[in-house]
């Protein structure tokens, strides 16, 4: 929760390991980031959240995205 409110422009409060650490144990690929973003995706738009929106977080979301595939 710490960590989404401050990738989403709240407070700096987050104090957790960086993307690609707490990633690295899980081998995530391509397929297991696209289901999240979708997932995502289709919550917000559910709660009525512009698609402006939704694109602007799936970006954020896509800016660690070689981070959380420990590429």
Do not use: W
């Amino acid at each position: 929760k710490a960590f989404l409110t401050m990738v989403f422009g709240g407070p700096h409060n987050y104090s957790g390991r960086d993307m690609r650490a707490g990633h690295a144990h899980l081998a995530l690929t391509e397929t297991h980031f696209n289901a999240v973003i979708e997932n995502l995706a289709n919550t917000l738009q559910d709660m009525g959240v512009s698609a402006a929106d939704i694109q602007e977080v799936a970006a954020i979301a896509n800016s660690v995205k070689d981070d959380v595939l420990n590429r």
